[in-house]
């Protein structure tokens, strides 16, 4: 395009709309089409509130690691199970689910860093937020199922 095409283009369009200008504050009033001011209860947003989602997300590893140090300590008497078809089970399935709740702590850091950042910054577009998540989820994915599936399936 070329810069007097360019500048019929802005003179058409001031001679239609005049002095019609977007803002980013305003909506456009569906009975009469012109726009009308965003009321404050409509679209907001409170960086307290974000923070401490996101820190309520975090404090549930403190509730996790007492899990974890319970669960530790009922195992403790097992052993490896060497020897017992059943005791070697109960461990197999223990680290698994050792892991796994680990791996449930590690996703209430990440989210709630996440929900954290976003409401301090609140610049990261829905983009941003969206690959940090996959992010997350791909790091902790669910781990595979221990005993009673058959190969086939």
């Given amino acids: 395009m070329s810069w007097d095409e360019w500048e019929q283009l802005k ?15 305003h909506l456009a009033d569906p009975a009469g089409g012109g726009s009308s001011a965003v009321s404050s209860d409509r679209l907001k947003s409170d960086k307290k509130v974000w923070a401490k989602v996101g820190g309520d997300v975090k404090g549930l590893q403190d509730d996790i690691r007492k ?4 669960l530790d300590d009922g195992q403790s008497g097992l052993g490896g ?51 940090e998540l996959e992010k997350i989820k791909l790091k902790y994915q ?4 221990v005993g009673g599936q058959a190969k086939d399936k």
């Fill in 81 to 131: 199970g060497a020897g017992c078809e059943s005791a070697a089970a109960q461990n197999e399935l223990f680290h698994s689910w050792k892991k796994y709740v680990a791996d449930v702590s590690g996703r209430c850091e990440g989210l709630g860093g996440l929900l954290e950042r976003s409401g301090r910054d609140l610049s990261m577009s829905d983009a941003d937020v969206r690959a």
């Fill in 142 to 145: 669910d781990t595979a199922a």
């Fill in 11 to 25: 003179a058409d369009a001031a001679a239609r709309g005049g002095s019609a200008r977007m803002q980013l504050n």
């Fill in 67 to 70: 899990a974890l140090g319970k």
